[in-house]
């Protein structure tokens, strides 16, 4: 049996002016694919896996139409030069915003069924961050999405979806999808699996998994920077049996409407200036402070010096900030070599509204990769250590500053471009502060502009009724 392989994988703020380019991309096709860690699961007797294009992005803003466009159009020729195909497995995120596009993974899937045809079972993997759709549903055979956030089931999610995907392939099984919708948008950092509620609501998923006929149970908790109307949270099952399906997901919308009101941010939380005033006060180390505002895995444009600004104000002693997306700031630092002093311009490189400092630094190190797109510079300003990229990308990961000769551990205070922290960060944390930061995924989730979000939708309207309607996929046995 064939089971082909792609996908298209980012989430888009609506209010990032920052398009994304093909070169913001990390595309895998034939064998390259195959063979990257990412897919490497992809292994199961009497299955050949057909490669098609899997194309990656780290979160920003909506994608231009034409790159979009051409990677669709790359895939579906891919998909049509591999038929006959058995089945198709696609990796999604499902929170892809496309220039002048209402839903873009709904886009990519239907293309994708109407190439292999109404007989061919279609499986996905999402971010449980990615927004669902009918469209999207009625295309599909086979959902699962991530139940952690952070992110550390990744790779089990993509098994999930895969195995139902060779499951259903090798017994004639034919399952199905249905879902209910919950109008209620919630962002990441206050939805974390590491925090009650949430963490109660997804331990509870596995339960539904045990029932008779039902194969998987997911609750998406959706994407609320971007202002569509597709928006909402959701729960969405794979199952073989219509009662049983149409129960579980009742079950998930109505737990996660109940526990609305009590989500709250795991980490002290609060106004740069007052989180800055803990860590000068705070004698354990490091702190690590999330300027959350400007986080680029959530779509933030990464390019904001308002922190950095702030601590030059207050003569910080011992910070280290990983990182500022600014490419002129790096090439200058390139043009002017190590151990020299320069005066420059941080921030604001990318979306004109972003802050920046102009200051004199000294050039503590240069990586060059060979690519003048990935490069990076570390400068020294005063007591503070920042650490500047020619392209947008988080530093999350310990590596992240090791590559550069830099001790997250010994810094007094650690500041990234995040949300919640990352499973590396988190640990070392002594204590986690995020600071509810400017920017393109503002916390401040009610003043976000909402001109097509569907609504009541909470906390945008807080006072209205909701009872779960199930709606099952159009492919549906028995639908």
């Given amino acids: 049996m064939r089971i082909a392989v792609g996908g298209i994988h980012t989430e888009c703020s609506t209010s990032s002016p920052v398009l994304m380019q093909p070169d913001d991309f990390r595309v895998l096709r034939g064998e390259e694919l195959l063979g990257a860690e990412y897919f490497n699961f992809l292994d199961a007797e009497d299955i050949e896996h057909h490669p098609l294009l899997h194309a990656r992005a780290v979160p920003g803003g909506p994608i231009a139409r034409a790159t979009y466009e051409g990677f669709k159009a790359q895939f579906l020729e891919l998909l049509r030069d591999a038929l006959p195909v058995d089945g198709l497995y696609l990796a999604m995120h499902g929170a892809m915003n496309v220039e002048g596009m209402d839903d873009a993974e709904g886009d990519w899937i239907s293309a994708a069924r109407a190439v292999v045809g109404p007989d061919i079972p279609v499986a996905a993997s999402y971010d449980l961050h990615g927004n669902v759709t009918q469209?999207?549903?009625d295309q599909l055979d086979i959902f699962a999405g991530y139940r952690t956030a952070p992110h550390i089931?990744?790779?089990?999610?993509m098994v999930r979806a895969w195995s139902m995907l060779v499951r259903a392939l090798s017994t004639g099984e034919k399952p199905g999808v249905a879902w209910a919708p919950v109008p209620v948008l919630l962002p990441g950092e206050r939805t974390s699996t590491e925090d009650e509620p949430a963490k109660g609501l997804y331990l509870k998923l596995p339960e539904h998994d045990k029932v008779a006929g039902i194969w998987d149970a997911n609750l998406m908790v959706g994407y609320v920077w971007a202002d569509e109307p597709r928006g909402t949270a959701c729960a969405v099952v794979t199952a073989i049996d219509k009662v049983a399906a149409e129960t579980a997901a009742t079950a998930i919308a109505q737990s996660y409407w109940d526990a609305r009101s009590d989500f709250q941010f795991g980490?002290?939380?609060?106004?740069?200036?007052?989180?800055?005033?803990?860590?000068?006060k705070t004698e354990t180390r490091p702190v690590i402070l999330a300027d959350s505002g400007d986080n680029p895995t959530g779509g933030g444009v990464g390019d904001r010096g308002d922190v950095l600004?702030?601590?030059?104000?207050?003569?910080?002693?011992?910070?280290?900030?990983?990182?500022?997306?600014?490419?002129?700031?790096?090439?200058?630092?390139?043009?002017a070599g190590e151990g020299a002093e320069i005066s420059v311009k941080i921030g604001g490189s990318l979306d004109p509204a972003s802050p920046f400092v102009e200051t004199t630094a000294k050039v503590l190190r240069l990586d060059d990769t060979g690519v003048p797109a990935e490069r990076q510079a570390v400068v020294k300003i005063g007591g503070i250590t920042v650490i500047l990229a020619a392209k947008r990308r988080p530093y999350h990961n310990i590596a992240d500053f090791a590559r550069h000769g830099l001790d997250p551990q010994t810094a007094r205070l650690l500041v990234v471009k995040s949300g919640y922290l990352s499973p590396e960060l988190s640990p070392i944390a002594n204590p986690n502060l995020m600071a509810l930061?400017?920017?393109?995924?503002?916390?401040?989730?009610?003043?976000l502009p909402s001109k097509r979000r569907q609504q009541p939708?909470?906390?945008f309207v807080k006072d209205f009724e909701?009872?779960?309607?199930?709606?099952?996929?159009?492919?549906?046995?028995?639908?």
């Fill in 267 to 280: 980490p002290v939380t609060g106004s740069l200036d007052d989180m800055l005033d803990i860590a000068e």
């Fill in 309 to 335: 600004k702030a601590l030059i104000a207050r003569n910080f002693d011992g910070a280290l900030v990983g990182g500022i997306t600014d490419r002129p700031a790096v090439e200058a630092c390139f043009a």
């Fill in 135 to 137: 469209k999207i549903i």
């Fill in 457 to 459: 939708t909470y906390p």
């Fill in 437 to 447: 930061t400017d920017g393109v995924i503002n916390q401040d989730i009610e003043a």
């Fill in 466 to 479: 909701y009872t779960p309607l199930v709606r099952l996929s159009a492919r549906f046995p028995g639908a």
């Fill in 153 to 157: 089931d990744v790779r089990e999610t």
